[in-house]
């Protein structure tokens, strides 16, 4: 058996072993304290017979005083005396009504008891003035002497329950060692469960630690050969944004041209030509711009920033963006805060964020019957605001979710996997941070933070600089 189902095992069986050990020492716990209670209830017992005894020796002392003096209180104090005989017997009895046998000593008790107090109440009811007749009452109780009959059960009475306490303790004694026993052989038992329990489950995570280090040396390898090829990709990038300038450059000059030449005709259609002329002349100066920030930020690490407006990049970005969604629509929501419009960024490079998000949300919406895209922002602490841009397209898989933002991760059979992560460099370079959490109305959500310009300009002052390092933002 293997240590990962072995030690589970015996790791359960330990903690039943301690649950039973508990239960044990509960019960212990349980059965003292219904000692104290036995030991409690034989003292209230004989407490209750101490009492109609001396109830008894009472009314006796009371008859033979008021017999002998005739005071009325000795009549008096015989019969509250005799009133509490009867109270003290029901209380005796509720006492013991758990013992058979008790039970029918009281009633027999009770019994005697009332026979004695009723020849004691006839000696008083004929008094002083009747002396001679009450004598003879006297007389008679010497004959059957019921008082002594009395005490001998009230003493029978105090021995048995007394007897039947010892008998208790006894068994208690002998279930709390037998207890006690057990519990030390389960201890034991436990104890030695918790000891190889515990070296097996060291012994699994030094198995567990070992090919961790396997997959961490794994994972150092595999990072490696990525940075290998992002180091590749770095310098491809800026040999291809130095070719690329050149063409760009002359496509805008050919425009240019075109548009004064077109200044100079008569053609009909002159004013739609030449206002596409100048969009097309626009858009080729905006990819030079991309190439060029691109090259900078590959070959320096820098990234310019200026106080700009979020709403208007966010335009920007959705015009261009639409080009891809004219067969397919999608509803697009706008929730700006106008308090937070205000932003410290290279204006192209967060272009090109928004692009790539809103981008992949119109290809990930393609296909569904609903296509809807929000796009917000609101104020954080900090001075940062967050935009969150959400989608309602199948969402992400769960295989590629944690490695979203890693360079050449992509879902997409034409895509190369490198429009998120390097929206990620882009939006760590001016200091935010960029997630990404499924919409709960099916889609995926991308919240990411920038710097506020207010914030920005009167942390550092109104001259601060506009050139700074991309990785500490």
Same mark, same amino acid.
């Given at each position: 058996?293997?240590?990962?189902?072995? *030690?589970?095992?015996?790791?359960?069986?330990?903690?039943?072993?301690?649950?039973?050990?508990?239960?044990?020492?509960?019960?212990?716990?349980?059965?003292?304290?219904?000692?104290?209670?036995?030991? =409690?209830?034989?003292?209230?017992?004989?407490? *209750?017979?101490?009492?109609? =005894?001396?109830?008894?020796?009472?009314?006796?002392?009371?008859?033979?005083?008021?017999?002998?003096?005739?005071?009325?209180?000795? *009549? %008096?104090?015989?019969?509250?005396?005799?009133?509490?005989?009867?109270?003290?017997?029901?209380?005796?009895?509720?006492?013991?009504?758990?013992?058979?046998?008790?039970?029918?000593?009281?009633?027999?008790?009770?019994?005697?008891?009332?026979?004695?107090?009723?020849?004691? =109440?006839?000696?008083?009811?004929?008094?002083?003035?009747?002396?001679?007749?009450?004598?003879?009452?006297?007389?008679?109780?010497?004959?059957?002497?019921? +008082?002594?009959?009395?005490?001998?059960?009230?003493?029978?009475?105090?021995?048995?329950? =007394?007897?039947?306490?010892?008998?208790?303790?006894?068994?208690?004694?002998?279930?709390?060692?037998? /207890?006690?026993?057990?519990? /030390?052989?389960?201890?034991?038992?436990?104890? @030695?469960?918790?000891?190889?329990? /515990?070296?097996?489950?060291?012994?699994?995570?030094?198995?567990?630690?070992?090919?961790?280090?396997?997959?961490?040396?794994?994972?150092?390898?595999?990072?490696?050969?990525?940075?290998?090829?992002?180091? +590749?990709?770095?310098? !491809?990038?800026?040999?291809?944004?130095?070719?690329?300038?050149?063409?760009?450059? %002359?496509?805008?000059?050919?425009?240019?041209?075109?548009?004064?030449?077109?200044?100079?005709?008569?053609?009909?259609?002159?004013?739609?030509?030449?206002? *596409?002329?100048?969009?097309?002349?626009?858009?080729?100066?905006?990819?030079? /711009?991309?190439?060029?920030?691109?090259?900078?930020?590959?070959?320096?690490?820098?990234?310019?920033? +200026?106080?700009?407006?979020?709403?208007?990049?966010?335009?920007?970005?959705? @015009?261009?963006?639409?080009?891809?969604?004219?067969?397919?629509?999608?509803?697009?929501?706008?929730?700006?805060?106008? +308090?937070?419009?205000?932003? !410290?960024?290279?204006?192209?490079?967060?272009?090109?964020?928004?692009? $790539?998000?809103?981008?992949?949300?119109?290809?990930?919406?393609?296909?569904?019957?609903?296509?809807?895209?929000?796009?917000?922002?609101?104020?954080?602490?900090?001075?940062?605001?967050?935009?969150?841009?959400?989608?309602?397209?199948?969402?992400?898989?769960?295989?590629?979710?944690?490695?979203?933002?890693?360079?050449?991760?992509?879902?997409?059979?034409?895509?190369?996997?490198?429009?998120?992560?390097?929206?990620?460099?882009?939006?760590?370079?001016?200091?935010?941070?960029?997630?990404?959490?499924? $919409?709960?109305?099916?889609?995926?959500?991308?919240?990411?933070?920038?710097?506020? @310009?207010?914030?920005?300009?009167?942390?550092?002052?109104?001259?601060?600089?506009?050139?700074?390092?991309?990785?500490?933002?």
């Amino acid at each position: 058996m293997s240590v990962g189902v072995l *030690a589970p095992g015996l790791l359960v069986a330990t903690l039943l072993l301690f649950i039973v050990i508990a239960s044990v020492l509960v019960s212990n716990l349980v059965r003292l304290r219904e000692s104290f209670s036995w030991v =409690q209830h034989t003292n209230d017992v004989i407490s *209750a017979v101490a009492g109609i =005894q001396q109830a008894v020796l009472e009314a006796e002392s009371n008859e033979r005083a008021f017999l002998l003096t005739g005071i009325d209180a000795y *009549a %008096a104090d015989f019969g509250r005396t005799r009133d509490q005989l009867v109270s003290r017997f029901e209380s005796l009895r509720a006492l013991v009504s758990d013992n058979g046998d008790q039970v029918a000593s009281v009633d027999a008790l009770r019994a005697v008891a009332v026979m004695r107090i009723t020849q004691m =109440q006839a000696a008083v009811d004929l008094g002083p003035a009747k002396l001679p007749q009450a004598l003879d009452i006297l007389e008679q109780t010497r004959i059957e002497p019921l +008082t002594e009959r009395i005490e001998t059960m009230l003493s029978t009475m105090m021995r048995g329950e =007394q007897a039947r306490l010892m008998q208790r303790q006894s068994q208690l004694d002998s279930e709390t060692f037998n /207890a006690a026993l057990i519990t /030390a052989c389960l201890l034991i038992l436990a104890v @030695a469960g918790a000891a190889i329990t /515990a070296f097996l489950l060291e012994h699994q995570r030094a198995l567990s630690r070992e090919r961790e280090s396997d997959l961490r040396l794994q994972r150092l390898q595999a990072e490696l050969l990525r940075v290998a090829r992002l180091g +590749t990709m770095g310098g !491809m990038t800026s040999a291809l944004a130095h070719e690329l300038n050149q063409p760009l450059a %002359a496509v805008t000059n050919y425009l240019r041209g075109s548009r004064r030449m077109l200044d100079q005709s008569s053609h009909p259609e002159a004013a739609k030509i030449g206002s *596409a002329l100048d969009k097309a002349a626009q858009q080729a100066l905006r990819a030079g /711009a991309v190439i060029q920030r691109l090259r900078d930020f590959v070959g320096r690490g820098e990234t310019e920033r +200026t106080p700009e407006s979020l709403r208007a990049i966010v335009d920007d970005a959705l @015009a261009l963006a639409s080009v891809i969604s004219r067969d397919r629509p999608v509803e697009v929501t706008r929730n700006l805060d106008p +308090t937070v419009d205000l932003v !410290m960024v290279d204006k192209v490079q967060l272009q090109q964020v928004f692009l $790539n998000l809103i981008r992949n949300a119109f290809e990930a919406m393609r296909d569904q019957s609903e296509r809807k895209l929000f796009v917000g922002s609101g104020p954080l602490e900090a001075d940062m605001v967050e935009v969150v841009i959400a989608d309602c397209g199948p969402g992400l898989d769960a295989s590629i979710a944690e490695r979203i933002f890693q360079p050449f991760s992509t879902t997409k059979a034409e895509g190369m996997g490198v429009g998120l992560s390097i929206s990620q460099t882009i939006v760590q370079a001016h200091g935010g941070s960029i997630r990404t959490e499924p $919409n709960p109305g099916g889609g995926t959500i991308f919240r990411f933070t920038l710097p506020l @310009a207010e914030a920005m300009q009167y942390r550092h002052g109104p001259h601060w600089p506009a050139r700074t390092e991309a990785l500490t933002g």
